[in-house]
């Protein structure tokens, strides 16, 4: 029986992910974003980013412009395939993104000091991993006011 890396998994179900976006929810996103547009760049965190799959969706949909994309996840081998990939997922898009990859566990990362706060915080296929309410707490004190999330 062949085996198949975590980082196979994900690639081979990002095609049934982007199928299965909520077109309203995507859109209501959007405008949201925009909303926050100001003179600075708006400041994302994604909590188990994987191999970059909801980045490479937000940029190839234009919902990132001129904002610091911080993408957080506890696995190195995610971190490290997000990271290969990236740098053609910029070539793509004429916004200015900046994008930081750190290998770290999101709790640990929510409680340093120096994180944040951000202006839009995003856990997809996160919630059924961690302790709700403990996560729930450490993004809410992670973000703006006037800021908010999309999480799963």
């Known amino acids: ?14 095609s049934v992910d982007d199928r299965a976006v909520n077109l ?4 209501m996103l959007h405008r949201s974003l925009v909303a926050l547009q100001n003179p600075g760049p708006i400041d994302v965190l994604e909590l188990g ?5 909801m980045l490479r969706r937000m940029l190839s949909g234009g919902l990132l412009a001129h904002c ?3 993408a957080i996840d506890s696995d190195w081998q995610n971190i490290a395939q997000a990271q290969q990939a990236y740098p053609r997922r910029l070539a793509q898009t004429e916004n200015q993104v900046a994008v930081e990859f750190i290998q770290a566990d999101a709790f640990e990362f929510l409680q340093r000091p120096s ?3 951000y202006h839009l915080v995003i856990a997809h296929a996160f919630l059924d991993l961690v302790d709700v309410p403990t996560v ?3 993004i809410r004190a992670s973000t703006l006011p006037g800021g908010f999330w999309t999480i799963t």
């Open 1 to 14: 029986m062949a085996s198949y890396s975590f980082q196979e998994y994900l690639d081979a179900k990002q």
């Open 24 to 27: 309203r929810i995507w859109e």
């Open 49 to 53: 980013c994987g191999s970059g799959a």
């Open 68 to 70: 610091r994309y911080t």
């Open 115 to 117: 994180v944040g706060p």
């Open 136 to 138: 729930l707490q450490s």
